[in-house]
């Protein structure tokens, strides 16, 4: 039998942008609704089931492709720190959770020292149902495509 530990996971990516860190955080803590309008081929819609945009608690519903695959997520804000730059979602309703039996995902963005952007660094956190379940890469991907392309948009904001 397989060990527990075997099937948790962790993946991480740093993306460079060249919008300031606070922006950029405050896109996804206030105005994740935009997001869209950012990348429109990666995510669909974004729409607040309860609770208030950026606050610990409140649950998003977001519509995006993966792999040319339509995936719809309800996640709930589980962390909030403004003066990190920080916020973290975890899945609490989708297909992914036939995969994974805990997904989290954590976006922390640093400011550049000594001028202008900031670095966005990505933690996904999971645990997969069985040892034949891929590790989640294709999502981490996405999260470095989706960076980029809100970084390109709110530099034409």
């Known amino acids: 039998?397989?060990?527990?530990a075997?099937?948790?996971?962790?993946l991480e990516a740093d993306v460079e942008i060249k919008v300031s860190a606070e922006k950029f955080h405050h896109m996804w803590a206030g105005r994740v609704h935009d997001l869209p309008k950012a990348t429109p081929d990666k995510v669909q819609n974004c729409e607040l089931?309860?609770?208030?945009?950026?606050?610990?608690?409140s649950v998003v519903i977001w519509s995006y492709v993966i792999d040319g695959v339509a995936i719809v997520c309800k996640d709930r804000v589980e962390e909030v720190e403004p003066e990190k730059n920080l916020?973290?979602?975890?899945v609490i309703e989708s297909d992914l959770l036939k995969m994974y039996k805990s997904f989290v995902s954590t976006i922390q963005v640093t400011p550049k020292h000594?001028?202008?952007g900031g670095i966005v660094h990505w933690d996904l956190?999971?645990?997969?149902?069985?040892e034949e379940v891929d590790h989640p890469e294709s999502h981490l991907q996405l999260s470095v495509e989706v960076s980029k392309d809100i970084d390109e948009y709110l530099l034409t904001e």
């Open 49 to 57: 089931q309860e609770g208030d945009w950026g606050k610990v608690g």
């Open 125 to 130: 956190e999971y645990e997969k149902v069985s």
């Open 114 to 116: 000594g001028g202008p």
């Open 6 to 10: 075997n099937l948790v996971g962790k």
């Open 87 to 90: 916020i973290t979602f975890r």
């Open 1 to 4: 039998m397989a060990e527990a």
